[in-house]
Protein backbone atom coordinates (compact mmCIF):
# COMPACT_ATOMS: atom_id res chain seq x y z
CA UNK A 1 0.00 0.00 0.00
CA UNK A 2 3.06 2.25 0.93
CA UNK A 3 4.46 1.68 -2.49
CA UNK A 4 1.33 2.66 -4.79
CA UNK A 5 1.17 6.05 -2.40
CA UNK A 6 4.54 6.71 -3.12
CA UNK A 7 3.65 5.61 -6.92
CA UNK A 8 0.41 7.72 -6.74
CA UNK A 9 2.12 10.85 -5.93
CA UNK A 10 5.10 11.25 -7.48
CA UNK A 11 3.93 9.94 -10.62
CA UNK A 12 0.66 11.41 -12.79
CA UNK A 13 -1.75 12.47 -10.58
CA UNK A 14 1.28 14.24 -9.18
CA UNK A 15 1.80 15.53 -12.94
CA UNK A 16 -1.98 16.00 -13.67
CA UNK A 17 -2.86 17.63 -10.26
CA UNK A 18 0.51 20.02 -10.90
CA UNK A 19 -0.91 20.95 -14.40
CA UNK A 20 -4.36 21.93 -13.23
CA UNK A 21 -3.09 24.01 -10.39
CA UNK A 22 -0.97 25.75 -12.89
CA UNK A 23 -3.80 26.33 -15.03
CA UNK A 24 -6.51 27.28 -12.64
CA UNK A 25 -3.38 30.18 -11.26
CA UNK A 26 -3.15 31.00 -15.09
CA UNK A 27 -6.67 32.02 -15.53
CA UNK A 28 -6.79 33.25 -11.88
CA UNK A 29 -4.11 35.96 -12.20
CA UNK A 30 -5.24 36.39 -15.90
CA UNK A 31 -8.72 37.74 -14.19
CA UNK A 32 -6.81 39.47 -11.75
CA UNK A 33 -4.68 42.01 -13.73
CA UNK A 34 -7.63 42.40 -16.07
CA UNK A 35 -9.93 42.67 -13.48
CA UNK A 36 -7.48 46.13 -12.19
CA UNK A 37 -7.43 47.31 -15.26
CA UNK A 38 -11.27 47.07 -17.03
CA UNK A 39 -14.76 48.00 -15.53
CA UNK A 40 -16.76 45.34 -13.83
CA UNK A 41 -19.24 45.29 -16.23
CA UNK A 42 -17.26 44.37 -19.31
CA UNK A 43 -15.51 41.70 -17.05
CA UNK A 44 -19.04 40.43 -16.80
CA UNK A 45 -19.73 40.77 -20.36
CA UNK A 46 -16.43 38.97 -21.44
CA UNK A 47 -16.51 36.05 -19.11
CA UNK A 48 -19.76 35.40 -20.11
CA UNK A 49 -18.15 34.38 -23.53
CA UNK A 50 -15.58 32.73 -21.96
CA UNK A 51 -17.86 30.51 -19.71
CA UNK A 52 -20.02 29.85 -23.00
CA UNK A 53 -16.63 28.70 -24.77
CA UNK A 54 -16.52 26.07 -21.25
CA UNK A 55 -19.71 24.79 -22.03
CA UNK A 56 -19.61 23.98 -25.33
CA UNK A 57 -16.11 22.01 -24.99
CA UNK A 58 -18.38 20.15 -22.07
CA UNK A 59 -20.69 19.38 -25.19
CA UNK A 60 -17.80 18.48 -27.68
CA UNK A 61 -15.41 16.54 -25.42
CA UNK A 62 -17.38 13.25 -25.89
CA UNK A 63 -15.91 11.98 -22.67
CA UNK A 64 -12.48 11.36 -25.14
CA UNK A 65 -10.00 11.93 -21.98
CA UNK A 66 -11.42 8.67 -20.62
CA UNK A 67 -11.37 6.62 -23.91
CA UNK A 68 -7.40 7.99 -24.10
CA UNK A 69 -6.55 6.80 -20.95
CA UNK A 70 -8.13 3.50 -20.92
CA UNK A 71 -6.13 2.56 -24.12
CA UNK A 72 -2.92 2.18 -22.01
CA UNK A 73 -4.70 -0.98 -20.96
CA UNK A 74 -4.97 -2.55 -23.87
CA UNK A 75 -1.36 -1.65 -25.26
CA UNK A 76 -1.17 1.48 -25.49
CA UNK A 77 -2.17 4.52 -27.67
CA UNK A 78 -1.84 4.86 -31.03
CA UNK A 79 -1.11 7.90 -33.17
CA UNK A 80 -4.42 7.52 -35.06
CA UNK A 81 -6.44 7.10 -32.11
CA UNK A 82 -5.12 10.34 -30.82
CA UNK A 83 -5.82 11.85 -34.28
CA UNK A 84 -9.31 10.94 -34.42
CA UNK A 85 -10.05 12.54 -31.24
CA UNK A 86 -8.65 15.28 -31.92
CA UNK A 87 -10.72 15.82 -35.13
CA UNK A 88 -13.47 14.65 -33.22
CA UNK A 89 -13.66 17.29 -30.69
CA UNK A 90 -12.49 20.21 -32.82
CA UNK A 91 -15.26 19.39 -35.67
CA UNK A 92 -17.78 19.12 -32.69
CA UNK A 93 -16.89 22.69 -31.13
CA UNK A 94 -16.76 24.06 -34.43
CA UNK A 95 -19.96 22.80 -35.09
CA UNK A 96 -22.03 23.50 -31.47
CA UNK A 97 -20.34 26.74 -31.35
CA UNK A 98 -22.64 27.53 -34.94
CA UNK A 99 -25.57 25.99 -32.21
CA UNK A 100 -24.55 28.90 -29.47
CA UNK A 101 -24.65 31.49 -32.34
CA UNK A 102 -27.51 30.80 -33.23
CA UNK A 103 -29.19 31.26 -29.38
CA UNK A 104 -27.44 33.83 -28.47
CA UNK A 105 -29.12 37.21 -27.97
CA UNK A 106 -28.79 39.71 -30.53
CA UNK A 107 -28.66 42.61 -27.89
CA UNK A 108 -25.56 40.58 -26.27
CA UNK A 109 -23.74 41.26 -29.01
CA UNK A 110 -24.60 45.10 -28.99
CA UNK A 111 -22.95 44.68 -25.02
CA UNK A 112 -20.26 43.04 -25.94
CA UNK A 113 -19.52 45.60 -28.76
CA UNK A 114 -18.63 42.04 -30.88
CA UNK A 115 -20.08 41.06 -34.13
CA UNK A 116 -21.96 37.49 -34.68
CA UNK A 117 -18.35 36.13 -36.92
CA UNK A 118 -16.15 37.38 -34.43
CA UNK A 119 -17.95 36.35 -31.56
CA UNK A 120 -18.30 32.69 -33.43
CA UNK A 121 -14.52 33.05 -33.61
CA UNK A 122 -14.26 33.47 -29.87
CA UNK A 123 -16.93 30.76 -29.47
CA UNK A 124 -14.90 28.41 -31.19
CA UNK A 125 -11.33 29.41 -30.14
CA UNK A 126 -12.26 29.02 -26.35
CA UNK A 127 -14.05 25.65 -26.81
CA UNK A 128 -11.84 23.86 -29.40
CA UNK A 129 -8.86 25.45 -27.79
CA UNK A 130 -9.57 23.81 -24.85
CA UNK A 131 -10.71 20.60 -25.89
CA UNK A 132 -7.51 19.95 -27.75
CA UNK A 133 -5.46 21.45 -24.81
CA UNK A 134 -7.25 19.20 -22.37
CA UNK A 135 -6.60 16.28 -24.43
CA UNK A 136 -2.62 17.12 -24.56
CA UNK A 137 -2.25 17.57 -21.39
CA UNK A 138 -4.38 14.25 -20.49
CA UNK A 139 -2.18 11.93 -22.52
CA UNK A 140 1.09 13.70 -22.12
CA UNK A 141 0.57 12.91 -18.23
CA UNK A 142 -0.40 9.06 -19.02
CA UNK A 143 1.46 8.36 -21.31
CA UNK A 144 5.49 9.37 -20.88
CA UNK A 145 5.62 13.13 -20.74
CA UNK A 146 4.19 13.95 -17.46
CA UNK A 147 5.89 17.54 -17.55
CA UNK A 148 4.95 18.54 -20.87
CA UNK A 149 1.77 19.40 -19.75
CA UNK A 150 3.11 21.48 -16.56
CA UNK A 151 5.10 23.11 -19.00
CA UNK A 152 2.80 24.14 -21.23
CA UNK A 153 0.36 25.39 -18.47
CA UNK A 154 3.18 27.91 -17.51
CA UNK A 155 3.87 29.46 -20.62
CA UNK A 156 0.28 29.92 -21.07
CA UNK A 157 0.28 31.93 -17.47
CA UNK A 158 3.09 33.62 -18.65
CA UNK A 159 1.90 34.44 -22.61
CA UNK A 160 -1.86 35.74 -20.43
CA UNK A 161 0.01 38.00 -17.81
CA UNK A 162 2.32 39.71 -20.70
CA UNK A 163 -0.37 40.16 -23.14
CA UNK A 164 -2.89 41.71 -20.71
CA UNK A 165 -0.31 44.16 -19.33
CA UNK A 166 0.70 45.01 -22.93
CA UNK A 167 -2.58 45.83 -24.40
CA UNK A 168 -3.32 49.50 -23.95
CA UNK A 169 -7.33 49.45 -24.82
CA UNK A 170 -8.82 46.59 -23.38
CA UNK A 171 -12.41 46.07 -24.99
CA UNK A 172 -14.42 42.74 -24.68
CA UNK A 173 -12.23 41.00 -27.67
CA UNK A 174 -9.07 41.88 -26.74
CA UNK A 175 -9.38 40.24 -23.42
CA UNK A 176 -10.84 37.31 -24.95
CA UNK A 177 -7.92 36.48 -27.67
CA UNK A 178 -5.48 37.02 -25.23
CA UNK A 179 -7.62 34.63 -22.66
CA UNK A 180 -7.31 31.57 -25.35
CA UNK A 181 -4.83 32.42 -28.02
CA UNK A 182 -1.72 31.23 -26.01
CA UNK A 183 -3.72 28.47 -25.02
CA UNK A 184 -4.34 27.54 -29.14
CA UNK A 185 -0.37 28.81 -29.79
CA UNK A 186 0.77 26.30 -26.73
CA UNK A 187 -1.15 23.20 -27.11
CA UNK A 188 -0.04 23.41 -31.57
CA UNK A 189 3.38 23.48 -29.84
CA UNK A 190 3.16 20.80 -27.57
CA UNK A 191 1.48 18.36 -30.10
CA UNK A 192 4.43 17.50 -32.52
CA UNK A 193 6.48 16.85 -28.86
CA UNK A 194 3.92 14.47 -27.84
CA UNK A 195 3.69 12.77 -31.07
CA UNK A 196 7.67 12.70 -31.44
CA UNK A 197 8.69 11.57 -27.84
CA UNK A 198 5.69 10.55 -26.12
CA UNK A 199 5.15 6.96 -25.33
CA UNK A 200 2.40 6.32 -28.29
CA UNK A 201 2.56 3.79 -31.28
CA UNK A 202 3.35 4.92 -34.43
CA UNK A 203 1.10 2.58 -36.67
CA UNK A 204 -2.25 1.40 -35.72
CA UNK A 205 -3.08 -2.25 -35.19
CA UNK A 206 -6.99 -1.69 -34.58
CA UNK A 207 -9.22 1.23 -35.43
CA UNK A 208 -9.85 4.07 -32.90
CA UNK A 209 -13.31 2.59 -32.38
CA UNK A 210 -12.69 0.92 -29.10
CA UNK A 211 -11.56 4.51 -27.56
CA UNK A 212 -14.25 6.02 -28.84
CA UNK A 213 -16.90 3.58 -27.94
CA UNK A 214 -15.11 3.84 -24.63
CA UNK A 215 -15.42 7.88 -24.22
CA UNK A 216 -18.80 7.89 -25.86
CA UNK A 217 -19.96 5.75 -22.80
CA UNK A 218 -18.39 8.18 -20.29
CA UNK A 219 -19.95 11.04 -21.90
CA UNK A 220 -23.06 11.68 -20.01
CA UNK A 221 -21.38 11.42 -16.79
CA UNK A 222 -18.58 13.64 -17.93
CA UNK A 223 -21.03 16.16 -19.68
CA UNK A 224 -22.98 16.38 -16.26
CA UNK A 225 -20.08 16.90 -14.37
CA UNK A 226 -18.28 19.46 -16.40
CA UNK A 227 -21.53 21.29 -16.27
CA UNK A 228 -22.20 21.68 -12.71
CA UNK A 229 -18.55 23.56 -13.22
CA UNK A 230 -19.08 25.74 -15.97
CA UNK A 231 -23.08 26.31 -16.31
CA UNK A 232 -23.34 28.46 -12.79
CA UNK A 233 -21.76 31.83 -13.60
CA UNK A 234 -23.85 31.72 -16.76
CA UNK A 235 -26.71 31.34 -15.18
CA UNK A 236 -26.12 34.08 -12.63
CA UNK A 237 -25.06 36.54 -15.29
CA UNK A 238 -28.38 35.75 -16.60
CA UNK A 239 -30.30 36.24 -13.44
CA UNK A 240 -28.62 38.63 -11.32
CA UNK A 241 -26.86 40.69 -14.51
CA UNK A 242 -23.37 40.91 -15.51
CA UNK A 243 -21.98 42.74 -12.30
CA UNK A 244 -22.73 40.20 -10.09
CA UNK A 245 -21.79 37.14 -13.21
CA UNK A 246 -18.34 38.95 -13.17
CA UNK A 247 -17.53 38.41 -9.20
CA UNK A 248 -19.52 35.01 -8.97
CA UNK A 249 -17.33 33.74 -11.96
CA UNK A 250 -14.27 35.05 -10.21
CA UNK A 251 -14.65 33.29 -6.89
CA UNK A 252 -15.73 30.17 -9.50
CA UNK A 253 -12.18 29.94 -10.80
CA UNK A 254 -10.70 28.99 -7.25
CA UNK A 255 -13.96 26.21 -7.32
CA UNK A 256 -12.44 25.01 -10.39
CA UNK A 257 -9.29 24.87 -9.40
CA UNK A 258 -10.87 22.85 -6.55
CA UNK A 259 -11.79 20.56 -9.24
CA UNK A 260 -8.85 20.36 -10.94
CA UNK A 261 -7.29 18.74 -8.10
CA UNK A 262 -9.58 16.22 -7.15
CA UNK A 263 -10.57 15.58 -11.02
CA UNK A 264 -6.53 14.75 -11.51
CA UNK A 265 -7.37 11.46 -9.01
CA UNK A 266 -10.89 10.85 -10.22
CA UNK A 267 -8.98 10.84 -14.06
CA UNK A 268 -6.59 8.99 -13.24
CA UNK A 269 -8.51 6.55 -11.42
CA UNK A 270 -10.53 5.41 -14.45
CA UNK A 271 -7.55 3.75 -16.16
CA UNK A 272 -7.70 -0.12 -15.82
CA UNK A 273 -3.57 -0.24 -15.01
CA UNK A 274 -4.65 2.86 -12.53
CA UNK A 275 -2.01 3.21 -9.27
CA UNK A 276 -5.16 3.72 -7.50
CA UNK A 277 -6.34 0.15 -5.39
CA UNK A 278 -9.37 -1.62 -7.20
CA UNK A 279 -11.04 -2.10 -3.84
CA UNK A 280 -10.87 0.55 -1.71
CA UNK A 281 -8.97 0.68 1.72
CA UNK A 282 -8.95 2.58 5.06
CA UNK A 283 -6.18 4.35 4.11
CA UNK A 284 -7.13 5.31 0.83
CA UNK A 285 -10.76 7.05 2.25
CA UNK A 286 -8.44 8.65 4.73
CA UNK A 287 -6.27 10.04 2.20
CA UNK A 288 -9.23 11.14 -0.19
CA UNK A 289 -11.48 12.71 2.34
CA UNK A 290 -8.04 14.65 3.32
CA UNK A 291 -8.00 15.95 -0.59
CA UNK A 292 -11.74 16.77 -0.23
CA UNK A 293 -11.18 18.95 2.79
CA UNK A 294 -7.75 20.14 2.08
CA UNK A 295 -8.79 21.37 -1.35
CA UNK A 296 -12.00 23.38 0.48
CA UNK A 297 -9.97 25.18 2.62
CA UNK A 298 -7.61 26.29 0.18
CA UNK A 299 -10.82 27.33 -2.16
CA UNK A 300 -12.25 29.46 0.70
CA UNK A 301 -9.05 30.87 1.53
CA UNK A 302 -8.27 32.17 -1.96
CA UNK A 303 -11.53 33.36 -2.93
CA UNK A 304 -11.18 35.19 0.62
CA UNK A 305 -7.75 36.64 -0.72
CA UNK A 306 -9.02 37.03 -4.21
CA UNK A 307 -11.72 39.24 -3.95
CA UNK A 308 -9.66 41.46 -1.56
CA UNK A 309 -7.15 41.73 -4.37
CA UNK A 310 -9.83 42.51 -7.22
CA UNK A 311 -10.91 45.62 -5.91
CA UNK A 312 -13.65 47.26 -3.75
CA UNK A 313 -16.16 46.36 -6.29
CA UNK A 314 -15.69 42.57 -6.09
CA UNK A 315 -15.24 43.06 -2.34
CA UNK A 316 -18.40 44.71 -1.55
CA UNK A 317 -20.02 42.10 -3.69
CA UNK A 318 -17.91 38.57 -2.95
CA UNK A 319 -16.71 38.09 0.43
CA UNK A 320 -19.49 37.09 2.26
CA UNK A 321 -20.01 34.31 -0.49
CA UNK A 322 -16.25 33.47 -0.94
CA UNK A 323 -16.14 31.01 2.27
CA UNK A 324 -19.74 29.58 1.50
CA UNK A 325 -18.63 28.75 -1.86
CA UNK A 326 -15.21 27.13 -0.41
CA UNK A 327 -17.27 25.14 2.35
CA UNK A 328 -19.61 23.89 -0.74
CA UNK A 329 -16.65 21.80 -2.37
CA UNK A 330 -16.89 19.36 0.63
CA UNK A 331 -20.21 17.46 -0.94
CA UNK A 332 -19.31 18.38 -3.98
CA UNK A 333 -15.64 16.13 -3.72
CA UNK A 334 -17.45 13.38 -2.06
CA UNK A 335 -19.83 12.86 -5.14
CA UNK A 336 -16.86 13.23 -6.86
CA UNK A 337 -15.23 9.56 -5.79
CA UNK A 338 -18.15 8.03 -5.20
CA UNK A 339 -18.86 8.67 -9.04
CA UNK A 340 -15.20 7.20 -9.57
CA UNK A 341 -16.50 3.83 -7.81
CA UNK A 342 -19.74 3.61 -10.24
CA UNK A 343 -17.74 4.56 -13.56
CA UNK A 344 -14.34 2.00 -12.97
CA UNK A 345 -17.03 -0.66 -12.77
CA UNK A 346 -19.18 0.14 -15.65
CA UNK A 347 -21.93 1.71 -13.80
CA UNK A 348 -21.99 5.28 -16.61
CA UNK A 349 -25.42 5.45 -16.77
CA UNK A 350 -25.75 5.15 -12.48
CA UNK A 351 -23.00 8.07 -12.61
CA UNK A 352 -24.77 9.99 -14.71
CA UNK A 353 -27.61 10.40 -12.74
CA UNK A 354 -26.23 10.57 -9.27
CA UNK A 355 -24.14 13.23 -10.60
CA UNK A 356 -27.45 15.35 -12.55
CA UNK A 357 -28.97 14.77 -8.86
CA UNK A 358 -26.28 17.90 -7.82
CA UNK A 359 -26.83 19.76 -11.48
CA UNK A 360 -30.60 19.66 -10.92
CA UNK A 361 -30.95 20.70 -7.62
CA UNK A 362 -28.53 23.48 -8.52
CA UNK A 363 -30.11 25.03 -11.74
CA UNK A 364 -33.28 24.26 -10.31
CA UNK A 365 -32.53 26.56 -7.68
CA UNK A 366 -31.22 29.54 -8.97
CA UNK A 367 -34.37 29.53 -11.86
CA UNK A 368 -36.40 29.42 -9.54
CA UNK A 369 -35.78 30.71 -6.17
CA UNK A 370 -33.84 33.83 -7.68
CA UNK A 371 -31.28 34.46 -4.88
CA UNK A 372 -30.81 38.82 -4.67
CA UNK A 373 -27.20 38.26 -3.81
CA UNK A 374 -24.08 36.25 -4.04
CA UNK A 375 -24.58 34.56 -0.33
CA UNK A 376 -27.88 33.69 -1.31
CA UNK A 377 -26.22 31.47 -4.91
CA UNK A 378 -23.20 30.57 -2.30
CA UNK A 379 -25.74 28.88 0.62
CA UNK A 380 -27.63 27.13 -2.20
CA UNK A 381 -24.67 25.62 -3.76
CA UNK A 382 -23.55 24.37 -0.61
CA UNK A 383 -27.38 23.04 0.46
CA UNK A 384 -27.72 21.11 -3.43
CA UNK A 385 -24.51 19.75 -2.54
CA UNK A 386 -25.78 17.99 0.81
CA UNK A 387 -28.80 17.30 -0.51
CA UNK A 388 -27.07 15.47 -3.53
CA UNK A 389 -25.00 13.51 -0.72
CA UNK A 390 -28.17 12.38 0.70
CA UNK A 391 -30.02 11.00 -2.58
CA UNK A 392 -26.71 9.92 -3.62
CA UNK A 393 -26.71 7.67 -0.48
CA UNK A 394 -23.47 4.75 -0.24
CA UNK A 395 -25.89 2.22 -0.77
CA UNK A 396 -26.17 3.15 -4.19
CA UNK A 397 -22.64 2.76 -4.53
CA UNK A 398 -20.54 -0.92 -4.52
CA UNK A 399 -19.39 -1.98 -1.38
CA UNK A 400 -15.57 -1.07 -2.11
CA UNK A 401 -17.20 2.60 -2.64
CA UNK A 402 -14.48 5.57 -1.00
CA UNK A 403 -17.39 6.96 0.92
Aim: net charge positive; hydrophobic share 55%; glycine share 8%.
Amino acid sequence: MVRRLRRLLSGEVASLTAAGLVGAISTFVFWLVAARRAPLLLIGHTTSVVVAGSVINAVSSFGLTVGLLREKAHGGLHRSTLRAGMVLSTTGSAVVSVVALALWPSSSLDALHLTSPTLYVHLFGLSGGLALSVVIDTVAAGFGLPRLAIVRNLTVLVLRIVTVLTLHDLTCSHLLYAFWLPMVVTTLCALPVLWRRGDLHPTATESPRRALRESFRAWPTSLVFNAVAMVPPLVVTVVNGPADGAVFYLLWNTALLANSLIGAWTSLGLRENSPLPQRRSRVMSILEMAVVWGVATVTAVVGIVAVVAYGAEYRQLGLAAAPLIGLGIVPYGILQFRVLALRRHGQHRRAAMMTASLLTLWMVGLLIVHPTSLVDVALWWCGAGVVALIVSSPRSVQRHSTV
